[in-house]
Structure formats: C-alpha cells, structure tokens
C-alpha cells in the first residue's frame, strides 16, 4: 500500500492518534513487532463524534484519558478546556466532542505528542 493516498478514520476521543501518525511499514524482529520501517501518514483523517455514542463505555473512557494526556504533555490550554467541558464531554455532547477530537489531532499531526 506505498505511496497510496489513504485517508484514515478515528474511532476513540482522542482521534486515535494511529490514524493520525500514519501507518507503519516494516517486519517484524525478534526485539518485538516492527520495529522499524517507515511511517505514513494519511492525506486526511475523518472523524464523526456521534460514532463515540456507540462505543463500549471503557472504550469512551480510555479515548478521553488519551486526550486528556495530550493536553497535559503537550498544550495547557487544551488541558483547561478539558477540565472545564468534563460534564459535556462525559454526555458526548457532539460539538464539544468535535472540538476535543479535532484538537487532539492537530496536536498529533503538529509532532508535539508521539
């Protein structure tokens, strides 16, 4: 799949930073699994925060704390945005949700949180 355009989808809060670092290309080796190769990132990463509605709630749970820790490591401002939005994100209130994700991406996409 070198040198496709893909896009990729997010499937948790945090916009699952996988899809956003790319894919990762190379073998396997006896020091654990690919550990090296090559990253590629996608062209383009959707996300629907209504999709967060159907999402076993340890799976929810899980995705928030991964932004929440983007925000501690990486951006303050998104860190305080979190700590004061906590009752809308927990009733996955869509434009809330759409601005928690969208950040969490630009934070990953930006290099600032590997």
């Known amino acids: 799949m070198r ?4 896009g990729a989808g997010a499937d948790h809060p945090a916009g699952d ?7 990762k290309d190379g073998g396997g080796h006896a020091i654990g699994q690919e550990p090296g190769g090559c990253l590629h990132p996608p062209r383009a990463v959707i996300a629907d925060p209504e999709t967060l509605r159907t999402l076993p709630p340890r ?3 899980c995705g928030l704390a991964e932004a929440v820790k983007h925000g501690a490591i990486a951006d303050a401002e998104h860190f305080t945005w979190i700590s004061q939005s906590a009752d809308r994100l927990l009733g996955v209130d869509a434009d809330v949700m759409t601005e928690l994700v969208a950040r969490s991406v630009e934070i ?3 290099g600032r949180f590997a």
């Open 3 to 6: 040198g496709l355009p893909l």
């Open 17 to 23: 930073g996988g899809c956003v670092g790319g894919r």
């Open 59 to 61: 799976a929810f749970a």
């Open 108 to 110: 990953k996409a930006e």
